[in-house]
């Protein structure tokens, strides 16, 4: 009996998803056994166009990591969804437009001005900037388009499933594909990983005071992290209430808060604004001069409470493709 097709595919992510795979050793071993991995760009050689031959819905599933930013990873995750059976959003970026999706709180315009003209060291007197297309010699050369905006998946094709984390971890990674091959998966839809915050299974939550009062936000190079106590209570921001379990604590248990990789537990629409209203109970203060100077430590707002989820957020989720921008 031939073996299910699997597919692997790489948007605009930094690539610790493929090295997640990796990460199952040995245990890799017994899925390569299991399915017949057809497409996996940054492992193996494959051409687009033997996807494009095979028969639509073939490919059992595919795995899409990365946001979508750029004409040439809509086309191919419009492929892959037009050949495959099952697709995954696998990973932060993929699920809820990750880091790459923080360039929504920008324009398009602005990222070429600083990449091609405004940066230190860039040298370019003749303000040359990328072209989709452009003759030479007689010969047409083509460029994908950059996107005024950065997509979640499931922006622009259909997503039949949600593996979250930054990367997710090896275990979860296991179970989903354990699950696909027995065919024992949730509602389509689901997000592959437990739907509880992580404050819930968090070792140090026992340390965290019924009452909670930061007078001052820190930040963990200013000073000794107690490796026994809740960084809330150390007053350092830990977006464990305003996200998802799952991961492990993998940076839990390495001395440093979480920072939202998991996103947000399905009863929450928009992670940043969970996590903001969870600090709003707890600053200590009066009036707005006093929250004022407590806030003072928070350098990057957006990076510290939407680090993973702008494209997923209200505040900088999905937009028209608006000219000029």
Not at 34 to 42: G, T
Not at 82 to 92: E, T
């Amino acid at each position: 009996m031939a073996k299910p097709k699997v597919a692997l595919y790489w948007c605009a992510s930094c690539g610790g998803c493929d090295e997640a795979v990796v990460d199952l050793a040995e245990n890799i071993l017994d899925v390569v056994a299991a399915v017949d991995i057809i497409l996996w760009p940054i492992a193996m050689d494959f051409k687009y166009k033997d996807i494009e031959a095979m028969e639509d819905g073939s490919i059992a599933v595919s795995f899409i990591n990365g946001a979508i930013r750029t004409g040439e990873q809509k086309h191919i995750a419009e492929l892959l969804r037009r050949k495959s059976g099952l697709v995954v959003a696998f990973g932060s970026c993929s699920s809820l437009g990750g880091i790459p999706a923080l360039a929504n709180l920008t324009s398009r315009r602005k990222i070429f001005d600083r990449s091609y003209h405004n940066s230190p060291t860039v040298v370019n007197p003749e303000n040359i900037e990328p072209k989709m297309k452009a003759s030479v010699d007689g010969h047409v050369l083509k460029l994908p388009e950059f996107f005024k905006t950065v997509y979640k998946l499931n922006d622009v094709i259909d997503v039949d499933y949600y593996l979250p984390g930054c990367p997710p971890t090896p275990e979860l990674i296991a179970n989903a594909v354990t699950a696909i091959l027995e065919g024992k998966l949730p509602p389509k839809g689901a997000i592959l990983s437990p739907d509880k915050s992580l404050c819930t299974s968090c070792d140090r939550n026992e340390t965290k005071p019924e009452d909670v009062t930061i007078s001052k936000i820190k930040r963990v190079i200013d000073i000794e992290v107690d490796p026994e106590k809740c960084f809330l209570a150390q007053g350092i921001i830990c977006m464990g209430p305003a996200t998802r379990d799952g991961c492990g604590q993998s940076c839990i248990n390495g001395n440093m808060p979480c920072t939202g990789c998991f996103g947000p537990t399905d009863s929450c629409r928009d992670q940043g604004a969970k996590m903001i209203a969870t600090l709003g109970a707890i600053l200590e203060g009066d009036d707005e001069n006093a929250v004022d100077k407590v806030i003072e430590g928070i350098v990057d707002p957006a990076g510290t409470f939407y680090r993973y989820a702008m494209s997923a957020s209200l505040l900088g989720g999905a937009r028209k493709e608006v000219e000029n921008e």
